[in-house]
């Protein structure tokens, strides 16, 4: 078996990231390794503070697996499934050891990671852009001077006080569909609904992502019955099963590898929320190309997808993934 390293990596954004939660101007994401002779697989660690997860936790975590990794040894996706799952590890750093034990395999067996989880593969997406929280003042220049006319979709963060006048100054300035995403900055359904009602008929919202806090079970109930766009999950699942509590709350829910912790809790989300009816988005979290490249090899079957955290970045370091009109590829198909 080879030997697993861990390292972080600075991520210098290239403009502050703002949310109802949060501003950040850089993101320190971690490598995991795993290396045995030339062969080598890699997986990414992007942390979430909202689930507690920080740097000293995911390096005390990291250490928890090596230390137990020995006497035993994996050979399987499978073995070492059951393996980590003992241990409890963040789910962050859980898909990050997942992800690099995969693309491990996948270097030794010379076979691609679609074939090794016995998915579809799919070569390009169309993914959404999201602005952040930004002045009204400066959203025509930032859709400018960004390019983002050559999005069909863009994801709006948003909180109850400014929101509608976001959504008014962006359609002025792009024809294409919206998707709000309120990081649980709303109160109650009723502000919701006024909200969308205000917003009105004519404005193309796909969806609208996480509008209440996680633990307002039965707000979502009124809210899921009587919104007349579709409600999104995100914050409220992280790495648990999709069940009937969430079909009822939602219509979609939004699967990111960071949260469910790894490739194959993600499918089994996407399959359970599609024998409930449910739509599914494949999103990110801010993320280097080897974040993104994972995601989009699992990426058959999704709605949508948010696949942006890497064109955030100043300089990514590993530039596995390109875009052109809103169409992401893996940059060795170019």
Known sequence: ??????????????????????TVTNKKNFIISIRN??????????????????PDLIYTSFEKFTAART??????????????DELELPSSLRFGIESAFVHYLASISEKKVSKLLGIKEINSIKTSYSLPILPIEEITSFINDHNLHRF???????????????????????SGNLRLDANESFSDSKQVLDFLEAAGDDCPIEFFE??????????????????????????????QDVSTYYSERFHAINVKLMKAGGYLRALKQLKNAREL???????????????????MKIAHNF????????????????????????????????
């Open 152 to 174: 069909k979709a863009l994801k709006l963060k948003i909180t109850p006080a400014s929101g509608l006048e976001t959504i008014r100054e962006v359609r002025k300035n792009f």
């Open 71 to 84: 006497p035993p040894e994996v050979t399987s996706i499978e073995e070492l499934i059951n393996f980590v």
């Open 277 to 295: 009816g449910m739509k599914v988005m494949l999103g990110c979290m801010v993320e280097s190309s080897l974040g993104i490249s994972s995601a």
């Open 303 to 334: 709605d949508y997808f948010d696949l942006d955290g890497f064109m955030f970045l100043k300089n990514d370091p590993f530039n596995l993934v390109s875009e052109e009109n809103g169409r992401l590829f893996f940059s060795h198909l170019q």
């Open 1 to 22: 078996m080879g030997q697993w390293k861990i390292r972080e990596i600075d991520l210098q954004l290239k403009y502050p990231w703002k949310t109802a939660d949060y």
């Open 37 to 54: 002779g030339e062969n080598i697989g890699e997986g990414e660690v992007a942390l979430n503070h909202k689930f507690g997860e920080t």
């Open 210 to 239: 996480q509008p209440l806090s996680r633990t307002s079970h039965d707000e979502y109930l009124s809210l899921c019955e009587n919104s007349p766009v579709d409600i999104m999950a995100d914050e409220s699942i992280t790495s």
